[in-house]
């Protein structure tokens, strides 16, 4: 599963490109030295990175680049074998089998994630965020920190701003729960309130 689709030299051109227009760039990259490449080459984020070397992760950190773990995308493969075609279900365990401690090795040296689901894969629907943060959660990013990967560090990456941060000045978009998603992170299944520029968009009957 290690190969690439580029050569250094042409990511380093689609990331000079890109932050020459002032717009963020991402990889989807699961093999390691595709990873390698686009760390190196100053990429803005790694969607997947199922096998992020160590080396890459600490690079990761120093450079500010997120990953954006998509752990839904391989969920939705992985766990439904009655309709997704096999190959790809014994593709997806194995990703599995080394992304989850990937990931936590990522978490331990210090690397940010912002929340993504990859949406449009088997079993992955838009609106999947809430469970990407639980997954995220699950696989040993701590409540806060996966909450801000939902919140002000996609903001971030996105570089959109005035959201993803309550305070003064910014859009009053925000969800309100019953319970301390903190406490219990499946409460952000059952929001109460959502508001959008400090409008109620939808709550309990």
Known sequence: MDF?????EEIEAAV???HKWGFPIAAHAIGRTGIDHCVRAG????EHGAQMSAEAARDMKEKGIFQVPTISALRGIVDHPEDVPVYAVEKGKQILEVAQEVFRRAVRLGVRHACGTDAGTPHNPHGSAPREVMRMVEWGLPAMKALQAATANAAELLRVPEVGVAEPGNAADL???EQDPLDDVEALLTPAIVMKAGAVVSMPA
């Open 16 to 18: 000079d490109e890109a």
């Open 175 to 177: 969800v309100l729960w």
């Open 4 to 8: 690439t689709a580029f050569t250094p």
């Open 43 to 46: 990429v803005d984020s790694i």
